[in-house]
């Protein structure tokens, strides 16, 4: 099955089909597919019964709730300022253009636990803004707005990469004769361009929000991990392998993953929507 | 109805904008708004991990980074990226010579398995390997041998440096593969396939046809891959144990000292992660800037 799967379909001149799809396929399996197999086979171990009451667990459906909560708000928020910032960075030039369109990737670059220290110490009673936000009664670090202050830093550059190449691409002609048609500035925008942005907006939205569901190191530090409260969800299996449960973690594991392939699925067609809609334009 | 009549009839324009840009001052609204988020987001951040690494002094600061468990742990990533990175950079050019140029059925999904490592949470990404290498793990079950003859060895791979290469291995392991793929489908086959109809065997062709043509994209691939290989938490955080001076790498070296109140140590050795981000920023764009300009070179050809 597997072979005739990945059979070349014609004969090449090239060399080393067999052996470069070869080691492809091996190390493929023994680094991904066999230890992400493991994940299914442990859950396999638990009753049905067992693998339901973990997942529901009331520490756990607060996590989700969070987690899902706080990803979706910090991908909505990069989304309004990743637009501005990709629109800004495309449209218009101002001194260290460079420089700024270079320090985007920055939550890219920089370790997850340097940024969670940071944004911990940073946000926190004494940090530089923690001090200006504390005597107006507002709270950041070890509360949910720390997570979602987190989950915006490390979702920005998502949104950004995707939007900016398909911005850049615009054919002016469009805007042009929505111009000429007697459209204002506001209405071309709000009619033309952004309908054509929408499937990459989606799909920066789309990225953002599954790195953020699955985001640990730049939360833990500013969340304070509080049961029911500011626990994540990777917070809760992180717990249940400290007490060696692993079939416990591996259960919410198992709850993750296939949200996460759901994503990656919906991500895909997202993709597919962004170049279909670029190849029209291009015709 | 009559402005547009005369409008068409005088030739001078009423003011000097464009009619698809947008007035002066929103555009510096839009800028300051952009500036401003960037500003509060990304580099008071930045600026703050300095200036915190450096308040007790330059003295603490070296003091700090001179500790036996903080070379310990730079040896150790230093190690898991050695190891890493290359394996990935090699998985990188097959995966993509295979999928660039050939065709064979289920080279969808292929790609799609190549990119599952992005979509899975960093703790996962530890866990798998705990339930194949640890206690009572799969491993063990299924080949009891095989597991008892790494004990025997005293080769542990959870709580231990193997399990932390492994698990650095799976986060890295879409990041060459990526930039390769997409970039060789684009050049094709066809000076490769010329180099051998020309009588190039199949190494010539792929050392003095591909790689030249492929130099910059792979090294763009190597320092997003090495980057992410030297600052990874959540994955290494769950099999290394966090034994100081034995199994932590820098990135777990910072949360100790942070948990032990020790802010401006912990600091100190994330100045050493955050500088490397910005050299990495730094080698990104002016990787992006020579690919800009060899491409506007062929475009001209």
Same mark, same amino acid.
């Given at each position: 099955?597997?072979?005739?799967?990945?059979?070349?379909?014609?004969?090449?001149?090239?060399?080393? +089909?067999?052996?470069?799809?070869?080691?492809?396929?091996?190390?493929?399996?023994?680094? #991904?597919?066999? %230890?992400?197999? $493991?994940?299914?086979?442990?859950?396999?171990?638990?009753?049905?019964?067992?693998?339901?009451?973990?997942?529901?667990?009331?520490?756990?459906?607060?996590?989700?709730?969070?987690?899902?909560? $706080?990803?979706?708000?910090?991908?909505?928020?990069?989304?309004?300022?990743?637009?501005?910032?990709?629109?800004?960075?495309?449209?218009?030039?101002?001194?260290?253009?460079?420089?700024?369109?270079?320090?985007?990737?920055?939550?890219?670059?920089?370790?997850?636990?340097? $940024?969670?220290?940071?944004?911990?110490?940073?946000?926190?009673?004494?940090?530089?803004?923690?001090?200006?936000?504390?005597?107006?009664?507002?709270?950041?670090?070890?509360?949910?707005?720390?997570?979602?202050? @987190?989950?915006?830093?490390?979702? *920005? %550059? +998502?949104?950004?990469?995707?939007?900016?190449?398909?911005?850049?691409?615009?054919?002016?002609?469009?805007?042009?004769?929505?111009?000429?048609?007697?459209?204002?500035?506001?209405?071309?925008?709000?009619?033309?361009?952004?309908?054509?942005?929408? %499937?990459?907006? *989606?799909?920066?939205?789309?990225? @953002? +929000?599954?790195? $953020?569901?699955?985001?640990?190191?730049?939360?833990? +530090?500013?969340?304070?991990?509080?049961?029911?409260?500011?626990?994540?969800?990777?917070?809760?299996?992180?717990?249940?392998?400290?007490?060696?449960?692993?079939?416990? @973690?591996?259960?919410?594991?198992?709850?993750?993953?296939?949200?996460?392939? #759901?994503?990656?699925?919906?991500?895909?067609?997202?993709?597919?929507?962004?170049?279909?809609?670029?190849?029209?334009?291009?015709? | 109805?009559?402005?547009?009549?005369?409008?068409?009839?005088?030739?001078?324009?009423?003011?000097?904008?464009?009619?698809?840009?947008?007035?002066?001052?929103?555009?510096?609204?839009?800028?300051?708004?952009?500036?401003?988020?960037?500003?509060?987001?990304?580099?008071?951040?930045?600026?703050?991990?300095?200036?915190?690494?450096?308040?007790?002094?330059?003295?603490?600061?070296?003091?700090?980074?001179?500790?036996?468990?903080?070379?310990?742990?730079?040896?150790?990533?230093?190690?898991?990226?050695?190891?890493?990175?290359?394996?990935?950079?090699?998985?990188?050019?097959?995966?993509?010579?295979?999928?660039?140029?050939?065709?064979?059925?289920?080279?969808?999904?292929?790609?799609?398995?190549?990119?599952?490592?992005?979509?899975?949470?960093?703790?996962?990404?530890?866990?798998?390997?705990?339930?194949?290498?640890?206690?009572?793990?799969?491993?063990?079950?299924?080949?009891?041998?095989? !597991?008892?003859?790494?004990?025997?060895?005293?080769?542990?791979?959870?709580?231990?440096?193997?399990?932390?290469?492994?698990?650095?291995?799976?986060?890295?392991?879409?990041?060459?593969?990526?930039?390769?793929?997409?970039?060789?489908?684009?050049?094709?086959?066809?000076?490769?396939?010329? !180099?051998?109809?020309?009588?190039?065997?199949?190494?010539?062709?792929?050392?003095?046809?591909?790689?030249?043509?492929?130099?910059?994209?792979?090294?763009?691939?190597?320092?997003?891959?090495?980057?992410?290989?030297?600052?990874?938490?959540?994955?290494?955080?769950?099999?290394?144990?966090?034994?100081?001076?034995?199994?932590?790498?820098?990135?777990?070296?910072?949360?100790?000292?942070?948990?032990?109140?020790?802010?401006?140590?912990?600091?100190?050795?994330?100045?050493?992660?955050?500088?490397?981000?910005?050299?990495?920023?730094?080698?990104?764009?002016?990787?992006?800037?020579?690919?800009?300009?060899?491409?506007?070179?062929?475009?001209?050809?």
């Amino acid at each position: 099955m597997a072979s005739k799967l990945f059979r070349s379909r014609k004969n090449s001149v090239l060399p080393g +089909f067999r052996l470069t799809l070869g080691f492809t396929l091996f190390y493929l399996g023994l680094i #991904v597919l066999i %230890p992400l197999a $493991a994940v299914f086979w442990k859950t396999s171990t638990l009753t049905w019964a067992q693998f339901w009451q973990t997942i529901t667990m009331p520490t756990a459906m607060a996590s989700y709730r969070l987690t899902f909560g $706080a990803s979706f708000l910090a991908a909505l928020v990069n989304a309004f300022f990743g637009l501005i910032v990709a629109w800004v960075l495309v449209r218009y030039e101002f001194f260290g253009k460079k420089i700024v369109d270079s320090l985007v990737d920055l939550p890219f670059a920089l370790p997850t636990a340097v $940024a969670g220290i940071t944004l911990a110490s940073l946000y926190g009673q004494n940090g530089w803004i923690g001090q200006l936000l504390t005597p107006l009664g507002i709270k950041v670090a070890n509360t949910q707005i720390g997570i979602f202050i @987190a989950l915006t830093f490390i979702g *920005l %550059p +998502f949104i950004v990469r995707t939007v900016q190449p398909i911005l850049e691409d615009l054919d002016p002609e469009l805007e042009e004769a929505a111009a000429s048609l007697g459209a204002n500035r506001w209405q071309v925008f709000w009619r033309v361009i952004l309908p054509m942005l929408t %499937p990459a907006l *989606l799909t920066g939205f789309a990225l @953002a +929000f599954a790195r $953020a569901l699955g985001e640990y190191g730049s939360v833990i +530090f500013i969340a304070g991990n509080i049961p029911m409260k500011t626990q994540i969800t990777p917070v809760i299996i992180m717990g249940e392998l400290d007490m060696f449960d692993y079939g416990k @973690a591996t259960a919410i594991a198992v709850v993750m993953l296939v949200v996460s392939f #759901v994503l990656l699925l919906s991500i895909n067609v997202l993709q597919w929507w962004t170049n279909r809609y670029n190849t029209t334009n291009l015709a | 109805m009559t402005p547009v009549a005369t409008t068409f009839h005088t030739p001078h324009r009423v003011g000097h904008r464009r009619s698809t840009s947008e007035p002066p001052a929103v555009r510096w609204l839009l800028i300051g708004v952009a500036l401003a988020f960037m500003a509060l987001f990304l580099v008071l951040p930045l600026v703050f991990v300095f200036s915190q690494a450096f308040a007790k002094g330059i003295g603490f600061y070296f003091k700090t980074l001179n500790d036996p468990n903080a070379w310990s742990a730079i040896k150790l990533t230093l190690t898991a990226a050695a190891i890493a990175v290359p394996l990935n950079c090699v998985f990188g050019v097959c995966a993509a010579w295979a999928i660039a140029k050939f065709d064979f059925r289920g080279k969808n999904i292929l790609l799609t398995l190549i990119d599952l490592p992005f979509s899975v949470s960093p703790v996962i990404a530890g866990l798998i390997y705990v339930l194949v290498f640890g206690a009572q793990g799969w491993l063990g079950l299924k080949f009891p041998q095989f !597991a008892d003859w790494l004990t025997d060895h005293n080769f542990n791979v959870i709580f231990a440096v193997p399990g932390i290469v492994l698990a650095t291995i799976f986060v890295t392991f879409p990041f060459v593969a990526r930039e390769l793929i997409p970039l060789m489908q684009a050049q094709g086959r066809t000076e490769e396939e010329a !180099a051998r109809v020309l009588g190039a065997s199949g190494w010539q062709t792929f050392w003095r046809v591909t790689v030249p043509n492929i130099k910059w994209g792979l090294i763009y691939g190597v320092i997003l891959c090495n980057a992410r290989a030297m600052g990874e938490f959540g994955a290494v955080s769950v099999v290394s144990g966090k034994i100081r001076g034995q199994t932590n790498t820098i990135p777990l070296h910072i949360e100790a000292l942070y948990d032990d109140y020790n802010f401006t140590g912990a600091f100190a050795v994330a100045s050493l992660l955050a500088f490397l981000a910005l050299i990495t920023l730094g080698l990104k764009t002016w990787v992006e800037h020579k690919n800009a300009a060899l491409n506007e070179i062929e475009l001209s050809k």
